[in-house]
């Protein structure tokens, strides 16, 4: 075989080689646009013009929830990518399967939710714009940024806690003033267990309490803050430091 026919084989064959890989999925080590997503702050926001009216899905009514004290809920969520890239979320706005974002029947758009990979432990916050997913008992669609964030985009879909966090803000913004916002890193039964999460979380420069208020256990928060933004936004790098979840809090 001549060095020019074995050229030409090796040339079809990285060809049909690019061919496949463009209408492959999404792994989980392609890369992205190029730039990490910027995590979200959750910020107080007008309802969407659309996608906050009743609508029909293959004979299903859904009604969104514009008014409500709180919510949570789990169950199994999926993500999105290529497909819809580019193209008009029920909001209006343009999706972007590389920003941090999530489709919901019926939360209100927009609103910001945190999202637990109940398979890892890993949360993230993401902004819920669009409608869906419409696939059998899901209770989620992320976006492609979100899901390879939460570590999940090989297996497809994952058991996820979705907390909505807009009330949260809202409840925390009344008590700023007293400077009562903080991240709660754990709860002990031992004092002397307590104190030492409380020298670790110091060292690393954070101001740090041990709240006995119930006498029985002790919980070890980091804080004040004086705004609840600002204990979302450090949120994740205390989670890194800790390699577990930590929760906001508010004291009356």
């Known amino acids: 075989m001549s060095h020019r026919i074995l050229s030409a084989q090796i040339m079809v064959f ?4 690019t061919i496949l890989t463009g209408c492959a999925p999404i792994s989980n080590d392609e890369a992205s646009s190029g730039a990490q997503p910027q ?26 929830l514009v008014e409500l004290d709180n919510f949570s809920q789990k169950g199994r969520a999926s993500w999105y990518g290529k497909k819809f890239h580019g193209k008009k979320t029920s909001s209006g706005e343009i999706y972007n399967m590389y920003e941090f974002s999530a ?47 939460l570590g999940f ?11 909505l966090i807009s ?14 916002v903080y991240l709660q890193t754990g709860v002990y039964s031992q004092q002397q267990n307590a104190l030492q999460a409380k020298l670790r979380l110091e060292s690393e420069g954070y101001s740090v309490k041990v709240d006995n208020s119930d006498d029985s256990l002790y919980k070890v928060k980091v804080g004040p803050f004086t705004t609840a933004v600002i204990a979302f936004n450090e949120k994740p790098g205390l989670e890194r430091i800790l390699h577990q979840p930590v929760m906001l809090v508010t004291e009356q």
């Open 103 to 149: 489709a919901h029947k019926t939360l209100p758009i927009p609103s910001y939710v945190e999202v637990t990979n109940l398979a890892n432990n890993k949360s993230l916050i993401v902004r819920v714009n669009d409608r869906g997913p419409f696939i059998g008992t899901r209770i989620l669609d992320l976006s492609y940024a979100a899901a390879k964030e």
């Open 167 to 180: 009330k949260i803000l809202r409840r925390s913004e009344e008590s700023l003033s007293r400077g009562q």
């Open 153 to 163: 985009v090989s297996q497809g879909t994952t058991q996820i806690k979705l907390e």
């Open 14 to 17: 990285l060809l049909l080689g």
């Open 39 to 64: 995590r979200l702050i959750p910020k107080s926001e007008e309802l969407s013009k659309t996608g906050n009216n009743p609508y029909v899905v293959d004979g299903i009514l859904y009604t969104p």
